[in-house]
């Protein structure tokens, strides 16, 4: 203990930085070089606010973008602004030494704008499944909370391990995936959900797309004749987003009760508690693998 103070004494009158410099590659390919772990930091999309906090950040979190929900702490820290427009001034106010955003989510434009700050960014791009627990430890490293950051990481993974072990085996089943209703929009193969589904032992009907959420046809449904139709919760007072289908008696869906909604909040944000949407889908899908 002794021996730390002195050395902490020393590097203060040697002028000397007492943290070592950070650095990190984000998912662009760009490395970020911080010179301590940061201490203010802006996220610009809800999933990162929830990443930074599950990596044990949050007391360095200064700012968030709109629809920053989670956990309830997210709810009192100020808005700067969403996708289509960010309040630049907001967040210079801020005084952040480090931006997290999201490449897929922010326009081009508002990253070129973000660009001329002069204030680092670390740009994320969630892909698949693997991608959220790399990202709580370049986030935890970046922040200074590397161990609970790998901690939550390594907690992560074994969850999805567990469910994968769980769901090996079992039945295949065809799922239609509905993200919308009106245009009826889907998921290909290359969608986290998807990657969820094919956890639980599933097949998406419409993997094989190009588009990441392609426009379907009814018709193209009535065709691929899933074993269940699943979708997100449309909100407790919103219309149902599956009766549509009920006047297709002909689809094995429909007939079996198969029309399941799942817990959007979870499933469709790119942070570490869509395990717990995966789990709420594979508990549905083996309900339907169970019926008569």
Known sequence: ?????????????????????????????????????????????????????????????????????????????????????????????????????????????????????????????????????????????????????????????????????????RPPLKVFYQIWHRPLLTINRRHLISEGLALCGAQNVFGTLAPLTPTVSEEAVVEADPDAIVTGGAGRDGPDPLDSWRRFGQLKATRHGALLVVDSDTLHRSSDRIVEGIRGLCEQLDGVRRAP
Request: glycine share 8%.
């Open 1 to 169: 203990m002794l021996r730390r103070a002195l050395l902490i004494a020393s590097l203060i009158l040697t002028g000397l930085p007492a943290w070592p410099a950070v650095q990190v590659s984000d998912d662009s390919g760009a490395t970020i070089t911080l010179a301590r772990p940061a201490q203010r930091i802006v996220s610009l999309a809800p999933h990162l606010t929830e990443l930074l906090f599950a990596a044990g950040a949050g007391a360095a979190v200064a700012g968030v973008g709109a629809y920053s929900d989670f956990p309830e702490a997210a709810k009192a820290l100020p808005r700067v602004g969403d996708s289509a427009m960010l309040d630049l001034e907001r967040i210079v106010a801020l005084k952040p030494d480090l931006l997290v955003v999201w490449r897929d989510g922010n326009s081009p434009q508002q990253l070129q704008r973000l660009a001329t700050l002069g204030i680092p960014v670390y740009a994320s791009q969630l892909g698949t499944l693997a991608d959220i627990a790399a990202t709580l430890r370049r986030l935890g490293r970046l922040a200074g909370t590397e161990a609970a950051a790998n901690a939550r990481a390594d907690r992560f993974e074994a969850e999805l391990r567990a469910l994968r072990e769980r769901y090996a085996g």
